[in-house]
């Protein structure tokens, strides 16, 4: 079911829960600008507030995932103060911030190259998929800049080591490269068929257990394991097991039967079919 909106540089759509934002500015290579960025946010944040979406893919229409930033955009950023450099910035960080805190599993699916800004997307995203003949850039130091906004999320999926070698080195790398430094989990030339089993996997699973999830990854991200780390942990358990999903969970496997939720993604993916068929 195509999502009716006003995009001009997106797409959005919802089938039996799983949403698709698809990046569609194919004669731009997929680059975005201010507007496009806009967009994005606003379709993320739109995802969050739907009940019936359960799940995020991130694609891309064309022959490339995104080129990153458009020229004309930076031309216009060459011309910018600070300030308005710096309310510039503060967008694409809402981006990226949005993602990766979206409370649902969240998917990316990359062919071809992606440069620059289109790496945080794809390491803000809890699956990333690409294709053999996708590639990856970290190409602003060539341009005399930085990956700056998008830098806590690339370092955070391929580390601080590998991060300074392709910051610092601008080159082009493989699927491959990019499946061994973490930016991505799996190669396949058949993206929706590799996205599948996740897919189903997140359907089979507790919403409020896999956002919980979420949150609770990005709180150990320092790795600081101490006082307050154990009891932050023992709280969470504590307050989830006593939570109406986390009783129904436990229930439900005590008592040999399928939880609510599961029930309740069979309904909804029954009437957005239906919406869809209207």
């Known amino acids: 079911m195509a999502i009716a909106n006003p995009y001009q540089y997106i797409q959005c759509q919802l089938n039996q829960g799983v949403g698709e934002l698809i990046l569609d500015r194919v004669e731009k290579h997929n680059a975005f600008d201010e507007v496009m960025i806009n967009e994005m946010i606003t379709a ?24 990153g930033a458009d020229l004309n955009w930076m031309r216009k950023q060459a011309k910018m103060d600070f300030e308005q450099n710096l309310n510039d910035a503060h967008e694409l960080a809402k981006l990226m911030h949005v993602l990766d805190k979206f409370p649902k599993p969240t998917i990316a699916l990359v062919n ?15 699956i990333a998929i ?10 602003e130091v060539k341009l005399g800049l930085i990956p700056a906004v998008i830098s806590p999320y690339v370092v955070r999926a391929m580390g601080n080591r590998q991060a300074r ?6 080159e ?6 990019a499946l061994t430094h973490q930016i991505i989990h799996e190669v396949n030339d058949d993206l929706d068929a590799a996205a599948q089993p996740f897919i189903e996997a997140f359907n089979a699973n507790s919403p409020q257990g896999m956002a919980w999830v979420k949150t609770l990854v990005s709180h150990l991200e320092d790795g600081v394991i101490n006082d307050a ?16 999903e986390g009783q129904e969970g436990l229930n439900a496997f005590f008592e040999k039967r399928s939880p609510s939720w599961r029930a309740q993604s069979t309904k ?5 079919d239906a919406q869809g068929a209207q």
Do not use: P, W
């Open 229 to 244: 780390t154990l009891a932050h942990t023992s709280e969470q358990i504590a307050r989830i097991r006593v939570s109406d």
């Open 165 to 170: 070698r392709y910051m610092l080195t601008a």
């Open 112 to 126: 071809g190259a992606a440069f620059g800004g289109a790496l945080g997307l794809i390491c803000c995203c809890d």
């Open 130 to 139: 690409a294709n053999e003949r996708a590639s990856f850039c970290l190409s």
């Open 268 to 272: 909804s993916s029954a009437k957005t």
């Open 44 to 67: 993320i944040e739109a995802f969050d507030e739907n009940d019936q979406c359960q799940q995020l893919i991130l694609r891309a229409n064309g022959k490339n995932f995104s080129a």
């Open 172 to 177: 082009r790398f493989s699927a491959t490269v």
